[in-house]
């Protein structure tokens, strides 16, 4: 079956490391993006891509870099620069550049040690 | 910019009962409205979407959602819960066409109970 994988499911860091969160989709969609979701907040938009080699910020970039050197794969660093990284990670991907998000992964939990 | 408002942060229904759930969107605009749902131990996933046309949208599962504009306001219907239903569901509203981020509300929790 087609979908998102988003790994490690959980991630602990330590103060001024960087970390990276995966995320890998085989849907063949063209646009990826990644959200933070923390409670009482909904899904906050930190990046997006709408192709290959191509990156926007969302609303909340800073502390955070993001490549998209293949299509399948949108990897997210969380830098040092975050100083409050603690929360709930979402890849979400959709067919086209225009499309809502229309599928999400499982989402990975970052917590500061 | 665009917001979204979900002002239920967690509501408790027994079967049977009737639902709505409440999403207001401040843009005076074109938008494209969204209700997605999160069933425990699954992915997010959309359950009905408003682009343009009728706006009384069907979404899966015996849910919809009617678009009244003069209200800024796309509620999330359904005639007779199920325990099944226990979930939490997210509004989310687009402006414009073309590539525009999607917006989120804070989402309701869903609880039915049998």
């Known amino acids: 079956d087609g979908g998102i994988t988003q790994s490690p499911k959980y991630l602990f860091r330590k103060e001024g490391q960087n970390v990276t969160l995966s995320c890998e989709q085989n849907?063949?969609?063209?646009?990826m993006y990644w959200y933070r979701q923390d409670p009482g907040q909904g899904l906050r938009l930190i990046y997006y891509?709408?192709?290959?080699?191509?990156?926007q910020k969302g609303d909340i970039a800073e502390g955070y870099s993001v490549s998209r050197e293949k299509k399948e794969s949108f990897p997210l660093t969380v830098t040092s620069a975050q100083k409050n990284p603690t929360a709930f990670y979402l890849c979400?991907?959709?067919?086209?550049?225009?499309?809502?998000?229309?599928?999400f992964g499982d989402g990975t939990r970052l917590s500061i040690l | 910019a665009q917001s979204v408002s979900q002002h239920n942060h967690h509501v408790i229904l027994s079967e049977a009962a009737s639902l709505e759930l409440g999403c207001n969107y401040s843009?005076?605009?074109?938008?494209?409205l969204f209700w997605y749902v999160q069933y425990p131990g699954q992915h997010l996933q959309l359950l009905l979407k408003?682009?343009?046309?009728?706006?009384l949208v069907k979404g899966i599962k015996g849910f919809e959602a009617e678009f009244i504009k003069s209200k800024f306001s796309f509620n999330l219907r359904k005639p007779s819960v199920q325990w099944s239903d226990t979930a939490e569901y997210f509004c989310?509203?687009?402006?414009?066409?073309?590539?525009?981020?999607?917006?989120f509300g804070t989402g309701t929790k869903l609880q039915v109970i049998p």
């Open positions: 979400a991907s959709s067919l086209g550049q225009g499309d809502q998000p229309q599928h």
């Open positions: 849907l063949n969609h063209d646009a």
């Open positions: 891509s709408q192709i290959v080699n191509d990156f």
């Open positions: 843009y005076g605009g074109t938008v494209n």
């Open positions: 408003y682009f343009s046309g009728d706006p």
């Open positions: 989310a509203v687009k402006v414009g066409g073309g590539y525009q981020k999607v917006t």
